[in-house]
Structures are given as C-alpha cells and as structure tokens.
C-alpha cells in the first residue's frame, strides 16, 4: 500500500495564501485533494491524472486553488490563494488508480488516503 505524507498546512488570515504537498512512497498515479471540516464529510478539492495532463476542481475552489505534481519528487501540491474562514478543514491527499475514481460520485474506501494536514483560516 502506497504511503501518503502531507504537510504545509498551518493558521492564515483571510485572503492569504497556503501550499499543501503531498508526497509518495510508490508510483504517482491519479492524485487529489479532499478536505473535511468538523462535522461535516469529506470534499472533494481536486484531482490531476497521472501525466498531469488533466485536473478537475470541485467549484468552490476554482480560480483560487491550483493542483501541480512534479514527478521527479513524487509530489503533488496544492496552491491555495484567496483562503476564506470557509476553506478551513483537515485537507487529505488521496491517490486511486484511476483518475475518475478521484472524483466524486465515488467511494472513497476506493482510494489510498494520507494522515492529513489542518489548515485553518481566520477572518
């Protein structure tokens, strides 16, 4: 089972910036991010394939959120700009073997899961 590590999250003000990583033990295959606030379920943030080549973005965080990944370091990251008190949750990197499984419908037992890293935005 592949090891998934975040880091990069931490307490910012209202429209600041933030840049998770995630980084992986095997193969980089499909990649995402997902996130969860207290009591709520888990959301789906963003997705990019294997290539890199295709990302997705769930439509809270388009235009404000950009996923990269950079092969070389097996890592995938998350550039957050614009973060709002609403953006705070436990944000989660995800990793599936297939791109669509990445995104929601779906299940997420279908997907290999890091520890996750807070981030928390102050008004």
């Known amino acids: 089972q592949v090891r998934l590590v975040e880091s990069g999250g931490g307490l910012v003000q209202a429209g600041d910036s933030l840049k998770l990583s995630c980084t992986t033990s095997g193969e980089m295959l499909n990649m995402g991010w997902w996130r969860q606030a207290p009591g709520k379920e888990r959301d789906f943030v963003a997705a990019?394939?294997?290539?890199?080549?295709?990302?997705y973005y769930a439509d809270s965080v388009k235009g404000r959120f950009t996923i990269s990944k950079d092969g070389v370091k097996n890592s995938m990251y998350l550039q957050m700009n614009r973060l709002q008190p609403g953006d705070t949750a436990v944000y989660y990197c995800?990793?599936?073997?297939?791109?669509?499984?990445?995104?929601?419908?779906?299940?997420?037992?279908?997907?290999?899961w890091g520890q996750g890293t807070q981030v928390t935005v102050s008004s």
């Open positions: 990019i394939s294997w290539s890199g080549a295709s990302t």
């Open positions: 995800a990793t599936a073997t297939s791109f669509r499984t990445l995104i929601p419908p779906t299940d997420l037992g279908d997907m290999d």
